[in-house]
C-alpha cells in the first residue's frame, strides 16, 4: 500500500510558476515510476510527467521545456515544477505510484488566471 497526498496547488497568473509536491507514505526508492496526472473540466485524465526508479524522464508535448518532474528518495516525495503556466494547464493534478498496484492521491487544484 502507498498512500500519497499532493500539495502545492493554488491560483496563479499567466507566465507564473508553482511547485506540486506528492508525499508518499512509505520509501519511493523501489516505486518502479512515479508521475503526475491533470484532467480539466470535460476532459480526460492525461499523462502530464512522470519518473522511473532509474531516473528516465518522460513529459507531454503541451508542458516540455516549462514543466519538470523530479524525486527525493529521501524525503519520499516527488515534484513538478510548472513554469510559464498557461490557462490550458488549469486542472486537478494528481500522483500516481506504481507498485505493485497503481497508487493515486486525492488531487491538487490549479487554476491559472489573471
Known amino acids: 500500500q502507498v498512500q500519497l497526498v499532493e500539495s502545492g496547488g493554488g491560483l496563479v497568473q499567466p507566465g507564473g510558476s508553482l511547485r506540486l509536491s506528492c508525499a508518499a507514505s512509505?520509501?519511493?526508492?523501489?516505486?518502479?515510476?512515479m508521475g503526475w496526472y491533470r484532467q480539466a473540466p470535460g476532459k480526460q485524465r492525461e499523462l502530464v510527467a512522470g519518473?522511473?526508479?532509474?531516473?528516465?524522464?518522460n513529459y507531454a508535448d503541451s508542458v516540455k521545456g516549462r514543466f519538470t518532474i523530479s524525486r527525493d528518495n529521501a524525503k519520499n516525495t516527488v515534484y513538478l515544477q510548472m513554469n510559464n503556466l498557461k490557462p490550458e494547464d488549469t486542472a486537478v493534478y494528481y500522483c500516481k505510484a506504481t507498485a505493485e498496484n497503481d497508487y493515486w492521491g486525492q488531487g491538487t487544484q490549479v487554476t491559472v488566471s489573471s
Open positions: 512509505r520509501s519511493i526508492f523501489s516505486i518502479y515510476a
Open positions: 519518473i522511473f526508479s532509474g531516473g528516465l524522464t
